[in-house]
Each structure stands twice: as C-alpha cells, then as structure tokens.
C-alpha cells in the first residue's frame, strides 16, 4: 500500500496531502452516517487502550487510522520532474469527550474547560517536536461534516508544513499590516463593535461575530477581544472566557439553527514562529447548511444564501 506523502500543487504551489492509507479504516465506502449506538462505539470504553491524557472528562488518544506517520528525520521536498513531493509525517491524535452523545451545545461550563485543557497541553507538546510547523486543532459534528463516529471528538493534526488556507489567511494579514501597521483582525473587530449589527455575543475577553464576508451561511467567528497571536498563549482568566463564550455560541447554533452538522477548527500562528505578531487567532465554526453546485465549483465563488446580519440576528435571538 502507497505510504501518504505531501504533493505540491505545480500552478498554486499549494500542497495536498494524498493519504495513501485511509483505505484501512473499515467504513471507508460504507455509509456516512456515523454510528450512534454506544455498544459499537469505539470511543465509549477506553478502557485498555494506551491514553495520552487520561482526565476528568477529556481524553486524548493517538488516531487508530493516521494518515501522518511519526518520524525521526524531518522531511525535505523531493523532485519530480516538475513536480515535488514529502513524505507524510507528522502527528494525529483525538480528544474524546466522556459522554456519548452530548456535544458542544450540551456540555456544561467545566466539561468545555476540559477540552480546552486538553487541547492546550497537546499543542504545547506537540509543538517542541522539531519537524512541526503548523497544529490544526479542529471538530467535526455531525454526518455532512464528515464525522465518521457520533461520539463527540475533536482531533488534533500536527503538520511539517503550513496549510494551504493558513497560509492565505497568514499573508493576508502579513499585507495589511504592511500597508497600514495594524492588524487586520484588531481592525475588523473595531468596524464590527461600532456596527454591532454582526456581533453575536460577546463577554470581557472574547466576541463572536458573523463575518462580513462569510463563506457559508451562519458562519461564526470567536476571537479573543484583545490582540494575540498564539492560541498556546491564552491564560488562565482567557480559558475560563473562551469556555463560557463556547458554551454560549454551540447552545445558539443548536437551538437557533435546529441542531446542524458543523465543522469548528482553530487558527492560529505557526509553531516556533515568533515574526507572526501580525496575526490574531480565533476560533471558525461553519455549520453545514448548503451543498456547494457547479458555479461554486467551476468558479471558486462561496454563495452565502444568508446575509451574516441576518444570521447574527436569528443567533442573537436564539436561547441559551
């Protein structure tokens, strides 16, 4: 079977990821509909199975089907003729939540600290493995979201290279703050506190907000009120914050949108990369409202059926 490797797009310079040993998870070609029954749950006894956070009601264990592979030798770009490839390292790894079936919008105050914690001391261990440039630490709720198991689990992807979209996301902000010496983000939540039409909720530390330009319909946006650029660096006082601003905003998704699959993930500044001052982390959640057709497609063009006003509006209104 082919090992997974790193593939550099020759026109965009983007790399793919072409994950040669997916194939070994069972469900494969099966249905998409995750499994929901605890008895067949492999995430309801962990019983026996080697953990790498064993607390309270988070636990992070090392991804049965990875499609990165731990390495000793950091990976260098390999021609191809015009091509380039790498081979597929790095590191994936699950943070299972204890209760099978209550996800985000259900879970209590100190069950989402949890999570937080587990994400925090994963990514600042993962981050002093000496290949890794970039974490991704993301969620997946629900079939059209590409859960393949009911049970609530995030997942952790530590990368020897920088993603595509964080690197789009990195230079965007890397240019404006050329141009005007500000962060772009500081300065889009200015424009959205004077608006406040787009604002959702918001708290002491964090807001979260409808993006003007959002790329789905009901698309939201956490950010910590004041600047940072790491993720890793939140503090205490911020984690109590970001828990409670999680609460709130996955409770009005699921009961002002009737429970719909989502996707959230964090961005953040690279690992080791202290020059990205310029970037401000928080959190994306894109619920999954729409299928994207052929003008989408063919042209790269999000079309967004619900203006962000009035998405903020409906989550606004929505109970607690």
């Given at each position: 079977?082919?090992?997974?490797?790193?593939?550099?797009d020759?026109?965009?310079?983007?790399?793919?990821?072409?994950?040669?040993?997916?194939?070994?998870?069972?469900?494969?070609?099966?249905?998409?509909?995750?499994?929901?029954?605890?008895?067949?749950?492999?995430?309801?006894?962990?019983?026996?199975?080697?953990?790498?956070?064993?607390?309270?009601?988070?636990?992070?264990?090392?991804?049965?089907?990875?499609?990165?592979?731990?390495?000793?030798?950091?990976?260098?770009?390999?021609?191809?003729?015009?091509?380039?490839?790498?081979?597929?390292?790095?590191?994936?790894?699950?943070?299972?939540?204890?209760?099978?079936?209550?996800a985000?919008?259900?879970?209590?105050?100190?069950?989402?600290?949890?999570?937080?914690?587990?994400?925090?001391?994963?990514?600042?261990?993962?981050?002093?493995e000496?290949c890794?440039?970039?974490?991704l630490?993301?969620?997946?709720?629900?079939?059209s979201?590409?859960?393949?198991?009911?049970?609530?689990?995030?997942?952790?992807?530590?990368?020897?290279?920088?993603p595509?979209?964080?690197?789009?996301?990195?230079k965007?902000s890397?240019?404006?703050?050329?141009?005007?010496?500000?962060?772009?983000h500081?300065?889009?939540?200015?424009?959205?506190?004077?608006?406040?039409?787009?604002?959702?909720?918001?708290?002491?530390?964090?807001?979260?907000?409808?993006?003007?330009?959002?790329?789905?319909?009901?698309?939201?946006?956490?950010?910590?009120?004041?600047?940072n650029?790491n993720?890793?660096?939140?503090?205490?006082?911020?984690?109590?914050?970001?828990?409670?601003?999680?609460?709130?905003?996955?409770?009005?998704i699921?009961?002002?949108?009737?429970?719909?699959?989502?996707?959230?993930?964090i961005?953040?500044?690279?690992?080791?990369?202290?020059?990205?001052?310029h970037?401000?982390?928080?959190?994306?959640?894109?619920?999954?409202?729409?299928?994207?057709?052929?003008?989408?497609?063919?042209?790269?063009?999000?079309?967004?059926?619900?203006?962000?006003?009035?998405?903020?509006?409906?989550?606004?209104?929505?109970?607690?």
């Amino acid at each position: 079977m082919m090992p997974s490797e790193f593939r550099k797009d020759i026109v965009s310079g983007d790399w793919v990821l072409i994950a040669g040993g997916l194939k070994k998870k069972p469900n494969f070609f099966a249905s998409r509909k995750p499994k929901a029954s605890k008895k067949e749950c492999p995430f309801e006894n962990l019983e026996g199975k080697k953990k790498i956070i064993s607390s309270g009601f988070a636990e992070v264990i090392v991804n049965k089907f990875p499609i990165l592979s731990p390495h000793k030798v950091c990976p260098k770009p390999i021609p191809e003729g015009p091509y380039h490839k790498m081979g597929g390292v790095g590191f994936q790894e699950i943070v299972v939540t204890r209760d099978h079936s209550r996800a985000f919008g259900s879970m209590r105050l100190e069950e989402i600290s949890a999570v937080i914690n587990a994400y925090l001391a994963r990514y600042r261990a993962l981050e002093r493995e000496k290949c890794i440039k970039y974490i991704l630490v993301f969620h997946n709720h629900g079939p059209s979201a590409g859960a393949t198991v009911a049970h609530p689990h995030s997942q952790i992807s530590a990368l020897p290279i920088i993603p595509p979209d964080v690197s789009r996301s990195l230079k965007g902000s890397e240019d404006y703050f050329r141009r005007h010496r500000a962060c772009v983000h500081c300065a889009l939540l200015k424009k959205e506190f004077r608006d406040k039409k787009r604002i959702i909720w918001r708290n002491k530390n964090f807001v979260a907000i409808a993006p003007y330009a959002s790329h789905v319909s009901f698309e939201t946006r956490i950010y910590p009120v004041k600047h940072n650029s790491n993720f890793e660096e939140i503090g205490e006082k911020n984690k109590e914050s970001m828990a409670e601003m999680m609460q709130v905003v996955f409770r009005k998704i699921k009961n002002g949108m009737n429970n719909p699959d989502y996707n959230f993930f964090i961005h953040t500044a690279p690992v080791k990369d202290r020059q990205m001052r310029h970037y401000h982390w928080h959190m994306e959640i894109l619920p999954r409202t729409n299928i994207w057709g052929g003008l989408e497609l063919g042209s790269g063009i999000e079309v967004v059926k619900i203006p962000p006003e009035e998405s903020a509006k409906i989550l606004r209104k929505a109970k607690i």
